[in-house]
């Protein structure tokens, strides 16, 4: 199997130098309807998906489901305003590895804190302050992928010449893997983190969650009588 390598390491690094995010900025300052927010994140954000045009990034479906696991805010009056689509967009970047709920529990106190705070810190600052690196951190990823690449290309030098390319772009991909999988196991492990602080806390309080994550109001009395 004849591959070009190098070919496809060019159009790897060059889908990195036509990546961009949604600034702030950019989104409408007025509410939308569910149809106009569906839009608004395709056309935006087309250039991350596999299939250009076929597919599609978040569907009223995604959303609705969104709503009904207390991901997001529940919209007013079905019209969703601009922190809730900013909501949505850091939920897009999770929902390809995380479970809903570990994003639940990853913004549920973003959303407590920051959603609809008029008068402090809000989901905006917390979105720009995320994103004021982008650039920044998609050209290290470039520059960590180029060099995996490279040492990718140093193996299998002693395979047969017919299966030597191949060999040599699986180890690619074995390394790319491998990294998706530790930094997947260390955001897992960061969310278990969190979410057994917040039980802890939530005992401490008289509350605490069932087994359907919902919280067990027998605590509270029982705590109540001692």
């Not at 359907?212 to 605590?219: E, F, G, H, I, L």
Request: some cysteine.
């Amino acid at each position: 199997m004849t591959i070009d390598t190098k070919d496809l390491l060019n159009s790897i690094l060059a889908s990195f130098d036509r990546m961009t995010y949604i600034k702030s900025e950019d989104i409408p300052g007025i509410d939308l309807y569910m149809d106009q927010v569906t839009t608004f994140m395709d056309e935006r954000l087309k250039k991350s998906a596999r299939n250009h045009g076929e597919d599609k990034l978040m569907t009223k479906t995604m959303i609705n489901n969104y709503t009904k696991n207390n991901v997001i805010p529940p919209p007013d009056r079905k019209k969703y305003n601009k922190e809730h689509i900013l909501i949505l967009i850091m939920v897009y970047y999770f929902k390809s590895i995380l479970q809903i709920n570990d994003i639940k529990d990853l913004m549920d106190p973003i959303i407590k804190k920051f959603f609809d705070n008029s008068n402090g810190f809000a989901i905006e600052d917390v979105y720009d302050e995320i994103f004021s690196d982008m650039d920044e951190d998609i050209s290290k990823v470039r520059d960590d992928v180029a060099a995996q690449y490279q040492d990718a290309m140093t193996k299998f030098e002693d395979a047969p010449d017919a299966d030597k390319d191949y060999l040599k772009l699986y180890a690619f991909v074995c390394k790319l893997g491998c990294d998706v999988f530790l930094r997947k196991l260390l955001i897992e492990k960061i969310v278990d983190s969190l979410r057994e602080q917040s039980e802890a806390e939530n005992v401490k309080s008289g509350k605490a969650k069932d087994k359907n994550n919902k919280y067990d109001v027998s605590v509270e009395k029982k705590s109540k009588k001692q």
